[in-house]
């Protein structure tokens, strides 16, 4: 995936032929890599920031939740029209998926992000496309009741992919704001498209936010190491309402407790 390094520049080509900044390869895992030999991002070396080449949108880091998104196809959305809509984005991260949405034509996102160094590099990537005040950004997790919990202090941005805030039992720590969807509803007019990659706070949030969940018209399943039984049990109280859709995705093909759903509601 590296045809060349130049010490002397401080440098590295990719098999694409695009050059990037050295100090940034040890940032970059194996998916990122990948990525930057198709579709990809290239570097901004005057401005400092990561462009992606299709979209062009623009990033502070490059990191694997903007390369899956944006680069690996992520999200099923072809036959989605997003235009004028509006959707809640939980688990917003770094604003990769907010910034997707709103690219393909989202008239408003509510962006929820519990950890506040990834939230802040949201704010940033926001402000940095000119697009902050189609946001209404939330540092608070998801929850199916109203409450505080706490995250390690040394959590870093990418390690809070694979963290949930929900089942954490540590007492001290950085305070997190759980909030429930009823109050995030306050700021929805149109309940069009929720989606949720938030470590199984989704099973939580469907199971006490039933009513609330069933009026939006399309939901968005990402969920990674799941407890299978909860998984099922939570997709089956969804097919009451909704057709729910295992979406193929190169990162999850074979990889049990991990994956991409889509349902329609029936209505």
């Not at 991002?41 to 400092?48: A, H, Q, R, T």
């Not at 099973?203 to 939901?219: A, D, Q, R």
């Amino acid at each position: 995936m590296i045809k060349d390094v130049s010490c002397v520049d401080r440098t590295f080509t990719s098999i694409n032929g695009s050059t990037y900044p050295l100090d940034k390869l040890f940032s970059l895992d194996y998916t990122v890599l990948r990525a930057l030999s198709k579709e990809g991002c290239v570097f901004d070396f005057v401005n400092g920031y990561w462009v992606h080449r299709v979209s062009g949108l623009k990033f502070k880091e490059l990191r694997t939740g903007v390369v899956e998104v944006l680069c690996l196809g992520h999200y099923p959305l072809d036959n989605i029209d997003l235009r004028g809509r509006e959707v809640v984005d939980v688990g917003a991260f770094v604003g990769d998926s907010t910034l997707y949405f709103l690219y393909k034509g989202a008239e408003k996102v509510i962006a929820i992000e519990p950890h506040r160094g990834a939230y802040e590099e949201m704010l940033y990537n926001l402000k940095l496309n000119g697009l902050e005040h189609k946001v209404i950004a939330i540092n608070a997790a998801l929850g199916g009741s109203e409450r505080t919990l706490h995250m390690p202090v040394n959590l870093s941005i990418d390690d809070t992919i694979g963290f949930n805030h929900l089942s954490t039992n540590i007492k001290e720590g950085l305070e997190v704001k759980v909030i429930t969807l009823e109050e995030v509803m306050k700021y929805v007019k149109d309940p069009y498209l929720i989606k949720m990659d938030c470590e199984g706070c989704e099973y939580e949030v469907i199971n006490h936010s039933f009513n609330t969940i069933t009026k939006f018209k399309y939901i968005l399943l990402e969920y990674h190491n799941a407890d299978i039984s909860e998984h099922r049990k939570t997709l089956g109280k969804l097919s009451s309402n909704f057709i729910c859709n295992e979406i193929t995705y190169e990162l999850f093909v074979h990889k049990e407790g991990q994956g991409v759903i889509l349902c329609k509601n029936r209505v």
